[in-house]
């Protein structure tokens, strides 16, 4: 049985693929880099080719690309994508409604939205790890100890490059401007239910519109509020966010970051740069007396990467209340939740004092993701949510 993998270089499709091959399917890799999914003549007459040349049990790839959904749906073909990322721009397709699209959401709130316009195509699927095995752990060095035993680690960016698309809010007059940041104060201070769109007037989704030259494909709907609302907003809430939280911290602790971002606005923080996500980033989660998770605030209601992939290291986790993450993990045992800046302040300062409940709660995540989180045991879902059979062994 034969599937077409189309990558576009992210670990996940590393992983993915392993537990592909372990099923039994013989896969076909097609690898193209582009700006536009959407209207790239080059990526669809590639894709084509490859789908001519044989006939594919489906097509898998991570991040819904409509120029893929508009071949498979030419060739009859299943399409199945697996998002890991929010907001993504791409779910405003009109090619989400192509009958052989299985498109898997880890949000539950976006789920629920795009699930009622397109109820035949769109599914829910939280995210999955591979965890690390004893084996490997054991193989940690006291070399790699002294290097990533921090007190705090954050990995991930802080979303303050140059080419966030939410930096073109500045062109906003005075009142707009204010009037953003008012919603993102306030949003800062509420963990587990994104207000931003809701909060943005017809007038002022008009006013952004027009000072950003904001405009969308032809073959797009129209959601304004809800695009601004997570492209531009949310980001730079998000932004804000991270920034917040560890400035805070490292007024007192000491704090490492692992990231391209510019921190020179956090003197007190350490950035080591990007870390290897397969080599380095495992033993940073698991050496790390405590990791942070700081959610995007695209995220509504779903439980982000970095909270699996830091279980499954075996890693202490504190993150931000998350409605899914209670509805999965339960706090204080497989992990910490904090539901504020003060509450998040109390509990690095008393799990950095309690080395033992930190590492008990450290082994019991790793034991739940490893028995409920898998990509072994979410990918055998996926296919038997999408009617695709898994090859038999002989």
């Not at 998002?83 to 397709?93: G, K």
């Not at 035993?149 to 802080?158: A, K, Y």
């Not at 605030?297 to 909270?307: D, M």
């Amino acid at each position: 049985m034969d599937i077409l993998l189309c990558k576009l270089g992210v670990l996940s499709e590393i992983q993915c693929q392993k537990v592909f091959e372990k099923m039994g399917y013989t896969i076909s890799v097609l690898v193209y880099d582009t700006e536009d999914y959407d209207g790239d003549l080059k990526f669809l007459e590639i894709v084509a080719e490859a789908m001519k040349e044989k006939q594919y049990d489906f097509v898998f790839s991570i991040y819904f690309l409509p120029i893929v959904s508009k071949v498979c749906k030419i060739y009859r073909t299943i399409y199945i994508t697996w998002i890991y990322d929010s907001p993504e721009i791409h779910l405003y397709a009109k090619a989400v409604h192509n009958a052989i699209n299985r498109i898997f959401l880890f949000d539950r709130i976006q789920y629920e939205r795009f699930h009622k316009m397109s109820p035949e195509t769109i599914f829910y699927m939280p995210l999955a790890t591979e965890p690390m095995t004893e084996k490997q752990i054991a193989e940690v060095t006291l070399q790699d100890r002294q290097l990533y035993d921090h007190d705090i680690s954050f990995v991930g960016s802080l979303y303050n490059e140059d080419d966030c698309k939410y930096h073109v809010l500045s062109r906003l007059p005075e009142y707009w401007r204010g009037y953003i940041q008012g919603i993102i104060e306030a949003q800062m201070n509420v963990y587990g239910y994104n207000f931003i769109a809701d909060s943005l007037t017809d007038k002022a989704v008009s006013s952004i519109k027009e000072a950003i030259g904001y405009v969308l494909v032809d073959d797009y709907r129209v959601e304004d509020r809800e695009i601004i609302a997570d492209m531009y907003i949310g980001l730079m809430c998000s932004a804000m966010e991270r920034h917040r939280v560890l400035e805070l911290l490292s007024r007192n602790y000491d704090i490492t970051v692992y990231s391209k971002s510019d921190t020179s606005q956090l003197p007190r923080i350490m950035n080591k740069g990007m870390a290897d996500p397969l080599t380095t980033t495992p033993k940073i989660y698991h050496c790390s007396k405590i990791n942070l998770n700081i959610t995007l605030k695209t995220i509504q209601s779903g439980i982000p990467l970095r909270v699996f992939d830091v279980l499954g290291c075996k890693g202490f986790l504190i993150t931000n209340y998350q409605p899914e993450i209670a509805d999965y993990f339960e706090p204080g045992v497989d992990l910490v939740i904090y539901d504020s800046m003060e509450d998040l302040q109390r509990k690095v300062a008393y799990y950095l004092e309690h080395d033992e409940e930190r590492k008990q709660i450290a082994e019991n995540g790793y034991r739940k993701v490893c028995e409920s989180f898998t990509y072994d045991i979410a990918l055998k879902q996926i296919l038997d949510m999408a009617g695709c059979p898994v090859p038999v062994s002989d």
